[in-house]
């Protein structure tokens, strides 16, 4: 390496295993990747092991982790409870093809931290949980569309990936349009035009939001709304449906709908539902969930196979995890670490004078370029920042960034990350370290 290389000539010569296994990778994937996320030009890293906020690459580089398995791990990377549990299990069996113990206790954590869990039904992955909520919606109502607003994301499946990244009302590949055209898309945040939309489509069967704002907070939920909410879908007798795969464990023990005090009828769990094992689950009121039952409901029943749903490593693994986050302990320590490092981001940036600000409300944190300033961080977690300017943004400042931030020693997406529980002040002095750094080499290339 030299002063003068730029980020991507340094990329090069640090990582020459993993540019070995991405020309290998690049012959079996589309992209090279298995994830979208982990998509990254010129080529990824490859991690080789984690341990609490950190892992290791195939080139022997240690990073501070923000990416925390896409959202699942609170608990950070192979906690010792966590381990012992799914090990003990691994050893007794991986799936018994049978019902079994462990699968009625994850169950019943999920009742008795989740307000609106009545009951719960058991899927492989956050995606197939909203398909199956969506489809019992319609089918208990008899009604066909899904309102959903601009920016937020409920999986990949066909009815969830429409409105998801700007321009929001373009459909994506291989949607039919007639899905499509199921789909309402309303503006985030906007009370008024979700009253209307309701007002006029009368063959809407549910309502479904990302409690805190999309892509979990990237587009932040207004304070106040979420009861608002409640009450226009109550008024139109249509189901709400809280998509907390995400903030579920996360803002609270009991999810969002714990923390904002508004309970939705049916609930999307994934994530930290399963404590970084494959999971999810449909959760809410019972006579939603009674059409599962082998009696059905008005002579229907909703068939739900699934073979590893609720399988016992993953539900050895779940139950650990929410044992361990119950108490909200866990949860509280990796809300004051992101507070913690939102501010020091804030007062570097400040320091530095750029057009840019940190913001979030829990264990996230996003940097945000060309705002103005730290002082449009209240703006944005307020509501009253232009939504559709959150999403999408400048992609080569945000690759460059997270290029600058990954050989500085942090991992995360983008310009934005999680933490955990276990993240350190020593972890956040690292980051902010890698952060004054990266913001040299962005300066160097012109970015900034």
């Known amino acids: 390496m030299t002063e003068h290389d730029g980020i991507d000539d340094l990329w090069g010569e640090t990582f020459p295993e993993a540019a070995r296994l991405y020309e290998r990778a690049l012959k079996v994937f589309p992209n090279g990747v298995t994830h979208d996320n982990r998509f990254h030009k010129p080529f990824p890293i490859y991690i080789r092991r984690a341990q609490g906020a950190r892992k290791w690459d195939v080139d022997g580089r240690e990073y501070v982790d923000y990416t925390m398995g896409h959202g699942a791990l609170l608990l950070g990377h192979a906690h010792p409870t966590l381990v012992k549990a799914v090990a003990e299990q691994v050893a007794l069996g991986t799936h018994y093809g049978a019902c079994h113990e462990l699968e009625v206790v994850w169950g019943q954590l999920?009742?008795?931290?989740?307000?609106?869990?009545?009951?719960?039904?058991?899927t492989a992955s956050g995606t197939e949980a909203t398909l199956m909520a969506f489809r019992l919606c319609?089918?208990?109502?008899?009604?066909?569309?899904?309102?959903?607003?601009?920016?937020?994301?409920?999986?990949?499946?066909?009815?969830?990936f429409i409105g998801v990244q700007p321009p929001y009302n373009v459909p994506a590949p291989g949607v039919l349009k007639e899905v499509h055209d199921s789909v309402i898309l309303c503006p985030p945040n906007d009370a008024g035009?979700?009253?209307?939309?309701?007002?006029?489509?009368?063959?809407?069967?549910?309502?479904?939001?990302?409690?805190?704002?999309?892509?979990?907070?990237?587009?932040?939920?207004?304070?106040?709304?979420?009861?608002?909410?409640?009450?226009?879908?109550?008024?139109?007798?249509?189901?709400?449906?809280?998509?907390?795969?995400?903030?579920?464990?996360?803002?609270?023990?009991?999810?969002?709908?714990a923390y904002y005090g508004v309970k939705p009828d049916i609930t999307t769990l994934a994530k930290i539902l399963a404590g970084g094992m494959p999971g999810g689950c449909v959760t809410g009121r019972a006579d939603l969930l009674e059409l599962l039952e082998e009696k059905g409901y008005r002579g229907q029943r909703f068939v739900h196979p699934g073979t590893f749903n609720a399988n016992p490593v993953s539900a050895a693994a779940g139950v650990a995890t929410l044992q361990a986050v119950a108490s909200g302990e866990e949860i509280a320590r990796a809300n004051r670490a992101a507070v913690t490092l939102r501010r020091r981001l804030n007062d570097a940036i400040e320091a530095r004078k750029l057009p840019w600000c940190a913001y979030g409300t829990f264990s996230e944190f996003y940097i945000?370029?060309?705002?103005?300033?730290?002082?449009?961080?209240?703006?944005?977690?307020?509501?009253?920042?232009?939504?559709?300017?959150?999403?999408?943004?400048?992609?080569?400042?945000?690759?460059?960034?997270?290029?600058?931030?990954?050989?500085?020693?942090?991992?995360?997406?983008?310009?934005?990350?999680?933490?955990?529980?276990?993240?350190?002040?020593?972890d956040l002095d690292q980051t902010m370290q890698a952060f004054d750094r990266s913001v040299d080499m962005l300066k160097k290339e012109g970015l900034v």
Request: glycine letters at 12%.
């Open 193 to 257: 035009r979700l009253d209307e939309i309701l007002s006029k489509e009368k063959d809407v069967a549910l309502v479904v939001i990302e409690p805190t704002g999309a892509g979990f907070g990237t587009i932040p939920t207004q304070p106040g709304f979420l009861k608002e909410l409640r009450e226009i879908t109550s008024a139109h007798g249509v189901l709400l449906h809280f998509d907390e795969v995400i903030t579920g464990f996360r803002c609270a023990p009991g999810g969002a709908q």
């Open 368 to 426: 945000l370029p060309d705002c103005g300033g730290p002082q449009a961080a209240e703006e944005v977690v307020a509501g009253r920042f232009d939504y559709r300017r959150l999403k999408g943004g400048n992609p080569e400042l945000s690759r460059k960034f997270r290029s600058a931030m990954t050989l500085n020693g942090v991992d995360m997406h983008g310009m934005k990350g999680l933490l955990s529980s276990v993240h350190t002040d020593e």
């Open 138 to 160: 319609r089918a208990f109502t008899g009604k066909r569309k899904i309102v959903k607003f601009e920016g937020h994301f409920h999986g990949w499946h066909d009815n969830a």
């Open 110 to 122: 999920v009742i008795d931290l989740v307000p609106s869990a009545e009951r719960v039904r058991f």
